[in-house]
C-alpha cells in the first residue's frame, strides 16, 4: 500500500516534469537573449507593415507556422512585437476596455514574461500572444468587425493646438475631436509629454474594472521597447478606450459613482504636506491601513492616505497597504475581480513611479486607495479570513526545488496550503526566490490558458520587488492564488505551438 509519504513523493516528481516543460522544439527557432528583448527607445527596423499584414490576414492554424519561418529568415523580436501591438490597435475595438481588447493589453505582460524568462523559453510568450489575437480578431469580426479608419491630414487640427484641442476632448468625453487631437500630438510630441496627460486620465474613473489604467500603463511600456514611431495608431486606440462610459451619460455633465472618487481625490490631494515623499516607515502603519481598506468606503480610505501622509509616514508603507489588501482581497475571492485588483494596483503604481509631476503622483496614489476599495465593493459575500498579515507558514515538503515543485502540485487543489508552503520557503530558504520565480513562469508557458494569466503572473512578480522586504513574502504566498498549479495537460496554445515549430 502506498504511504503518505510515497504520494508526497509522486506529487513532487510530477510538479518537477510539469516545471520542466516539453520546450525542446524550441530548438527549431534561433537563441533569444536578453539583449534582443530588452527595453530600447531605437527605432525598429524592418518591414513591419509585412509582419502586421501577415499577422491579420493568416489564418489562426497557419500563423505560428509562418511566424516561425520568418523568424528562422530573420525577423527580429521586436519587429514581431510591433507588429502584434500594432494589428491588434487597428483591428480590434477597445470598447469595452478588456474581454477581446485582452489582445492587446497582454502584449507587454508577455513581453516582460519574456525579459525574464529563460533564454530558450523567450520565444513562447510572443507566440502564445499571436495565438490569442487570432481568437480577439475572431470575436471583434462577430461584433461588427470594427477597424481604426484612417484619418486624413486635413481632419488634424493645427499642431499648435493639439494639445488644448486633446485637453478639452477628453476632459468633455469628445471621442471625435480626441481622436483628431491625438493624432497630431502623437507627430508633435514626445512619449513622457504625452503620457504625463494620459497617467490621470486612465486613473480618472472606475469603468472596467481597471483596465483603463491598464491600458495607460502597458501602452507607455509597449512603446519604451518598440519606439515611438508607431505611437499614433496605439495613441488613438487608447484615447478612443478611455473615452468609454459604457450605458452611463456624459461623465462631463452627469455624476456617475465611477467617477466620483476621481474627482473627490483631485481635491483632496491638495491636502497633503507638501514634504510627503518621505517619512516613517512603520510596521503599524500597514496595518492599520490594511484594518481600514477592509471596512471604508472610498472616500473614506483616500482620507485616512492622506492623514497617514500628514503624520510623516513614509508612502512605502501606503503602497505595502495597497499591494497586501490586493493580495488578500485575491485570496478571500479568487476569480477575474479579485486577480484585477493587483493587475490594477501594479499599473497606477506604474504610472506613480514613472510620472514627473507630484499632484499626479499623490491622485495615483488615492486612486489606487480608492478602487481597492470599490473591488471589495464588488466582491459579495467576502469571508473574514484569510488575512495576509495573519497568514500562517504551512509544512514544506522536500528541500530546494522538490519543495518548490510540491508547492505547485499543491497549488492545483489547495491554493491556502500552497500560500502558506510559499510563505515557510520564502521566510526560511530565501535563496530559493529565484528557482520559485523561474517555475511559476514556466508553468505560464505550460499551462496558461488565459490573458489573465499573463498579466497577472507578470505583475505580481514585479510587484514583489516593489513591496518592503518586511512583507513582500507575504505578497508572493497570496499571488499563488492565481498563479498555476503543475497538474493537468498543456494549454492548447503550447500544444499548436509545438506542432507549429516541431517539424521546423
Known sequence: MSTRRDFLKHSAQLGAIAAAGDFAFLSNLPPLSAQQVQRTLAPVQGDVEGLVRLIEDSPRNRLLEQM???????????????????AGVRGIQPRPVGFKFHAVLVVNSAHLASLAAQDRDRWLPLFWALDTFKASQAHNAQERDWRMAALPNDRLPAPEQAVRNF?????????????????QVARISSLNEVYEMLWRYGARDFRDIGHKAIFVANSYRTLVTIGWRHAEPILRSLAYALQDSGRDENPARSDHAADR?????????????ADWQRGQVTREAVTELLATLRTASPGDVADAVVTKLNDRIDPLCIWDALFLFGGELLMKQPGIVGLHTLTTTNSLAFGYSTTANDETRRYLMLQAASFLVMFR?????????????????????????????????TASTDKLGAARKTLALLQNHPDQLAPMMTTARRLIFAKGTDSHDYKFSSAVLEDFYHVTPAWRNRFLAAGVFWLKGSAGNDSPVLQRTRAALGNG
Open 68 to 86: 516561425g519561418e520568418r523568424i528562422r529568415k530573420g525577423a527580429s523580436y521586436q519587429q514581431i512585437l510591433s507588429a502584434l501591438m500594432l
Open 167 to 183: 485637453r478639452t476632448a477628453m476632459d468633455g468625453w469628445e471621442t471625435e475631436n480626441a481622436d483628431r487631437a491625438v493624432a
Open 261 to 273: 472618487p476621481g474627482r473627490d481625490n483631485l481635491r483632496k490631494l491638495t491636502r497633503i504636506r
Open 377 to 409: 465593493q464588488r466582491m459579495a459575500n467576502l469571508p473574514a479570513n484569510p488575512r495576509v498579515d495573519a497568514l500562517e507558514p504551512g509544512e514544506l515538503q522536500g528541500q530546494g526545488q522538490a519543495a518548490i515543485d510540491n508547492i505547485f502540485a
